[in-house]
């Protein structure tokens, strides 16, 4: 290759989700509405700062606002909205079914209706799916079918809600005709905070309202706190060198250097090159150069703080050079405060995990677009809700990275055998191999500041037993003055250096990173023994996505571990 391959833009997407009724008065009316809806009033649903910030990008075209519609598909208001956002340049389709595929299908009653749901649902790369069993299945295990089909309809209404930004209800205005209703989700929109828009029509005419959380005036509670992060993304600077240097590397770790690389197709190599490599380079680029600021913050705190104090010893024991050690305290107090405001200031603790989520994803997804399996899509579990969030940047980056790669070309047969041993030895062995150092290199550091820690308590109880002792003592020995120096020295230095390495242990979570090693080991032996005995290409793929979910589910723990470990200058 020449140089290293260009990260073309993330655009920054306002996602739309539908609900309403399947009968609608004036369709013609209420897609004029809903198009005046999102040319006019979506933008105002923004707070003022972003509302500018939102403004500017459409302005400036960098990086573009695009939409996305998040929709079932159902017949009426689903596919109506649906429509109307894909007539704007670069709007995309997430199709969210509440059944099974062929459960789903016999709510449409009509051929013509059957077709235009499955044109749909052709233009959305990777439908979810809430339901993995039949409604047959299910009914016979004594479920009734129709409080199961009531059910999904509103599991689909809440999913809906929960990936949107903005909710449109093409809606009466009238109570749920039922569980799942569209006055139901409305109110559950209302709930969680989410903007929501009615629109209908009556006598030919638009009805367009807006409602906030509070129900008391229009929504203010949009930002744009994602805009501010891809614009960031994109805009990351580093040399042409240090990207070669970096994409170099890729190539060695991934089709060069493993034996078990050989063969794989050309195609899928040159896939991840141009459309995964340079993602993964501009993300983990992030990560390391904020990570090394949080850490940088972080060792600076502590060591300065201790140090701090030791000046304040040496200077109330050896008076004729207080100014300069006073004068040395002040100094690393200033510089303590600018570490941390520095840290502070470039969100450096949330950018690096943030960053580093990013990259993990990625670096999942170059295995799975290898192998020709598309990933599920990113969930959070209910524990984890408040260290990731399904709108975060690195989500919506990770879905636009994915999006654009050309249709996946699956594996059968020897290939998949071959793609089998590749995966094995290069994505589960190398994972192997980060988490068994890891678990190591946490062990031994952990252990070390415990060992330091320890050793400091009972030096500090001998300081503070012979200064008692001291004035026992024969009045003779008083006039050595450096003994009683020294231990007056301990006695306040010593605890404050013990702090602060329990400090640095607590800031770097050792003991916790160790355990966490410790288990995914266990686990990914387990799918490693696995994938040994794996010869089916279906049971290959599902064995690659549980794969992939143990990946994201790490990772999403790592970051509510990590998230809450500060920085404070205290």
Not at 130 to 158: F, K, T
Not at 540 to 548: H, S, T
Request: hydrophobic share 45%; with cysteine; net charge neutral.
């Amino acid at each position: 290759m020449s140089g290293p391959p260009i990260v073309e833009p993330i655009p920054y997407r306002i996602r739309i989700g539908v609900t309403g009724h399947r009968s609608l008065p004036d369709p013609e009316v209420v897609m004029a509405a809903i198009k005046l809806t999102i040319d006019t009033k979506i933008d105002e649903l923004f707070d003022p700062k972003s509302r500018e910030k939102v403004a500017r990008a459409r302005e400036t075209k960098s990086p573009e606002v695009l939409y996305s519609v998040v929709s079932p598909l159902a017949e009426g208001a689903d596919r109506l909205v649906a429509r109307a956002v894909l007539s704007y340049e670069g709007s995309r389709l997430q199709v969210v079914l509440p059944l099974k595929l062929e459960d789903y299908l016999e709510d449409f009653e009509t051929p013509q209706s059957r077709a235009e749901f499955q044109e749909l649902l052709s233009r959305c790369r990777m439908p979810v799916h809430l339901r993995r069993r039949s409604i047959a299945d299910e009914a016979r295990d004594g479920n009734d079918p129709g409080e199961l089909r009531r059910a999904a309809y509103e599991s689909v209404g809440h999913y809906v809600v929960n990936h949107c930004d903005v909710l449109l209800a093409l809606w009466d205005g009238k109570e749920s005709r039922g569980r799942g209703g569209t006055a139901e989700i409305v109110e559950f929109a209302k709930a969680q905070g989410r903007p929501v828009i009615r629109i209908w029509a009556e006598s030919g005419k638009p009805i367009i309202e807006t409602w906030s959380p509070d129900e008391k005036r229009p929504s203010d509670g949009l930002d744009a706190t994602a805009l501010d992060r891809v614009i960031e993304f994109n805009s990351r600077q580093a040399s042409e060198g240090l990207r070669a240097e970096y994409v170099a590397s890729l190539e060695r770790d991934y089709f060069e250097t493993p034996p078990s690389a050989v063969g794989l197709p050309e195609e899928a190599r040159n896939l991840v090159r141009v459309h995964l490599f340079p993602y993964y380079v501009q993300a983990s680029l992030g990560a390391k150069q904020y990570q090394r600021k949080f850490y940088a913050a972080g060792k600076a705190v502590y060591l300065l703080s201790a140090l701090s104090v030791a000046s304040v010893a040496f200077a109330v024991l050896v008076p004729q050079f207080s100014v300069f050690l006073y004068g040395a305290e002040l100094l690393m107090l200033v510089l303590m405060w600018w570490w941390v405001h520095r840290a502070l200031s470039q969100n450096a603790q949330e950018n690096w995990m943030e960053n580093r989520f990013l990259t993990e994803r990625i670096r999942s997804g170059i295995f799975l677009a290898i192998c020709g399996v598309d990933p599920s899509p990113i969930e959070v579990l209910p524990f984890m809700g408040h260290a990731h969030a399904v709108n975060d940047w690195m989500v919506r980056v990770f879905d636009e990275i994915w999006n654009r790669l050309p249709k996946l070309a699956w594996c059968d047969g020897a290939s998949c055998t071959q793609l089998n041993q590749y995966v094995s030895a290069v994505w589960l062995q190398g994972q192997l191999e980060f988490h068994k150092r890891k678990r190591d290199r946490e062990a031994r550091i952990g252990n070390l500041l415990v060992r330091i820690g320890k050793s400091l308590l009972p030096v500090t109880i001998f300081a503070a037993a012979f200064h008692v002792a001291w004035s026992f003592l024969p009045s003779k020995i008083h006039h050595w003055h450096w003994p009683h120096d020294v231990l007056t020295f301990i006695a306040i230095a010593f605890p404050a250096f013990g702090a602060s390495i329990a400090g640095m242990r607590a800031h770097r979570e050792y003991l916790r990173l160790e355990m966490r090693s410790r288990s995914m080991i266990h686990q990914l032996e387990y799918l490693n023994r696995r994938l040994a005995s794996t010869t089916d290409p279906k049971a290959f793929a599902m064995l690659l996505l549980q794969v992939d979910e143990l990946m994201l589910r790490e990772t999403q723990d790592w970051l509510m571990l990590m998230r809450y470990v500060e920085v404070e200058a205290s």
